[in-house]
């Protein structure tokens, strides 16, 4: 698989936005790319993140997969969380006797 420098995806990716170059198939065609579902793939990350989307380490991190919690970090985590949303609904109802 072949990797790309950032610099070089951003030219292919404004090249194609621009619309000199035509549609993928055409792009991806005068930048030698293996196919078009590379440069949408570019444009896509480009759309969502900006420049940076181009950037290696940030599709890697957006691809990487969350840790496991262990039972009590998991635990802790979700009385905080329950806390949290009895709170919010507490205001909520309060917010309602409020208005009638």
């Known amino acids: 698989m072949m990797r790309y420098s950032k610099e070089f ?12 170059t035509g549609g993928y198939q055409e792009t991806s065609k005068l930048y030698n790319l293996s196919d078009k579902k590379t440069l ?5 990350l480009y759309r969502q993140h900006g420049e940076s989307g181009l950037d ?3 599709r890697r ?3 990487r997969k969350p840790k ?3 039972a009590s970090s998991e635990m802790l985590r ?3 969380e329950n806390e949290y949303l009895r709170k919010v609904l507490e ?9 009638y």
Not at 40 to 44: A, E, G, P
């Open 40 to 44: 949408r793939n570019w444009v896509s």
């Open 68 to 70: 496991p919690e262990n």
């Open 78 to 80: 979700l009385r905080i």
């Open 91 to 99: 205001e909520r109802e309060l917010k309602k006797k409020i208005r």
């Open 61 to 63: 991190m957006l691809h």
């Open 9 to 20: 995806k951003l030219e292919v990716v404004q090249s194609y936005l621009s619309g000199e």
């Open 56 to 58: 290696s380490k940030l």
